[in-house]
């Protein structure tokens, strides 16, 4: 075999390969070979089938695959040799083998730019300390003792009050029709919480153990109900029982049902559980800015256009899974399909130029990912998507994804590297009252910060990163839930 490698672009290359009709022969028998230990011929025992006769009975699939495993041989080899890492899909121009006949083939596909490094060690950063406020624990503290209330029904006849449970029965009716979805039955309701609408809230405070009520109620435009948004419904409600929760005093017994073994190191579990994840957070923070200086100090390159398109791709994917959990489609957003990649080209531009220097780094480091590293990471994967490890495993395999899998490690060890040989200088957090800078129309957004695109999404978020109850979450406009998010990504 011979070959010669065509610069195209500073991203693309071209390989012209030449095979003698001795390796062509080679490659067929091989074939072959393979064929008569696998097919059954009638009149031959297997495994005794004559060559001549597989390769007459099976030639379109002998020629075929024995075409397709000499050029992915080849490409392995000529890819070790020349120490290339493909950074797209290998596009193979290629007739059928011949025998007895020499063989010519090209291959087409892109690859890193060379990089001149920046300096990218020993480098400064301001690393936020992981401080952890008492009050937070003593929120933590107040929502476990919320959650060991007992709840005991009033005997006294009269309204309920904030802060006390009215179990009500309730409807929506537009028309005198019952509205699906808005109607149950000896629903508990914490009043004061936010958990319903203001306007149902102080129509149940005016009732009694027994009474029935109904008021008119307009939802609000951002309504997580579409099909009630800004509409107006006549609320139903008979209140069944008035209770009240009375919560424990803090002690060993309660640390105890909340999995510690006192009231100690339940404080001190929730300030280590606080501190750790705000150090994470800080350090990828810093790491963030880090890297951030550290790519706007290299020159501009050219681009592997594959890899910003796949990028896009997966952009566009994640996009659309996430309107779907929402029961929305992609053109739920009013934008043309070109229109919405193009939106996100930016953004994919900046993650592959990112990607470019850090294997760049690897490979002038000498980083390596081991197997084991690789198997480690599956088997993280497998616990996390509930998946079997082997069937994980095979998909990666069958789909070419262990490559841009180790890549990504790669990527990972080589920020990690640049954190780990910077100058780092923590600094006090903000004070809680400082006065938020005005942002300016350049302004970039906060590390990590979320825009939510309607109130299911922003309900969701609140649920699993502020703690908030989901009945609690909904009570919120969306603006309000916008700010609240706003606010923890500040406070981070």
């Known amino acids: 075999m011979e070959y010669n490698v065509e610069e195209i672009s500073p991203v693309k290359r071209k390989i012209k390969v030449e095979v003698p009709a001795e390796e062509v022969n080679a490659a067929l028998t091989a074939t072959i070979a393979l064929y008569r230990m696998q097919v059954d011929v009638k009149g031959f025992r297997k495994g005794k089938v004559p060559s001549g006769v597989v390769e007459s009975k099976y030639h379109k699939q002998v020629y075929g695959e024995a075409t397709t495993d000499l050029i992915n041989y080849q490409i392995n080899e000529i890819m070790s040799a020349l120490s290339m890492q493909p950074m ?11 025998r007895d006949e020499p063989f010519a083939y090209a291959i087409e596909f892109e690859v890193a730019p060379k990089l001149e490094l920046p300096q990218y060690k020993g480098l400064s950063v301001e690393e936020i300390k992981a401080v952890v406020d008492p009050a937070e624990i003593t929120e933590v503290e107040e929502r476990i003792l919320e959650n060991n209330a007992e709840v005991k029904v009033i005997e006294d006849v009269r309204p309920p009050k904030d802060g006390e449970v009215a179990s009500v029965s309730f409807g929506a009716y537009r028309d005198g029709k019952i509205v699906e979805g808005i109607q149950a039955e000896n629903f508990d309701l914490l009043l004061g919480q ?66 510690f073994s006192d009231v100690d190191t339940l404080r001190k579990g929730i300030e280590e559980s606080y501190r750790s994840q705000r150090k994470q957070m800080n350090k990828s923070a810093a790491q963030s800015q880090l890297l951030g200086s550290v790519i706007e100090s290299i020159n501009e390159f050219p681009l592997p256009p594959s890899m910003v398109e796949d990028r896009i791709d997966r952009l ?8 779907d ?16 990649r193009e939106g996100f080209r930016a953004e994919a531009e900046r993650t592959v130029k990112t990607e470019i220097f850090l294997l760049a780094v690897a490979a002038e480091e000498g980083l390596e990912i081991a197997p084991e590293e690789i198997e480690a990471t599956l088997s993280q994967l497998a616990v996390q998507t509930r998946q079997p490890l082997h069937e994980l495993k095979k998909y990666y395999e069958d789909n070419n994804l262990i490559v841009p899998l180790k890549d990504r490690l790669l990527c990972d060890k080589a920020s990690e590297l640049i954190y780990e040989s910077a100058e780092i200088k923590e600094i006090d957090p903000p004070a809680a009252d400082a006065k938020p800078a005005e942002k300016s129309a350049e302004a970039k957004p906060v590390e990590g910060a979320i825009q939510f695109t309607d109130k299911a999404e922003a309900v969701e978020w609140a649920v699993a990163n502020l703690g908030l109850k989901e ?9 309000k839930l916008q700010e609240r998010a706003d606010k923890h990504f500040a406070e981070k």
């Open 325 to 340: 959990r929402q029961g929305k489609g992609l053109q739920s957003l009013g934008k043309s399909p070109q229109e919405l």
């Open 471 to 479: 009945t609690t979450a909904k009570g919120y406009s969306l603006s």
């Open 194 to 259: 936010g958990q319903a609408l203001p306007e149902f809230e102080d129509m149940v405070k005016t009732l009694t153990t027994g009474e029935s009520g109904e008021t008119d109620i307009t939802f609000p435009a951002d309504f997580i109900n579409e099909n009630l948004a800004g509409q107006t419904v006549t609320m139903k409600a008979k209140l069944h029982a008035v209770k009240e929760r009375i919560r424990p005093e803090m002690s060993d017994a309660v640390a105890k049902k909340a999995g």
């Open 316 to 323: 566009v994917q994640d996009l659309e899974y996430r309107l």
């Open 88 to 98: 797209s899909r290998i596009d193979v121009d290629a007739k059928e083998l011949v």
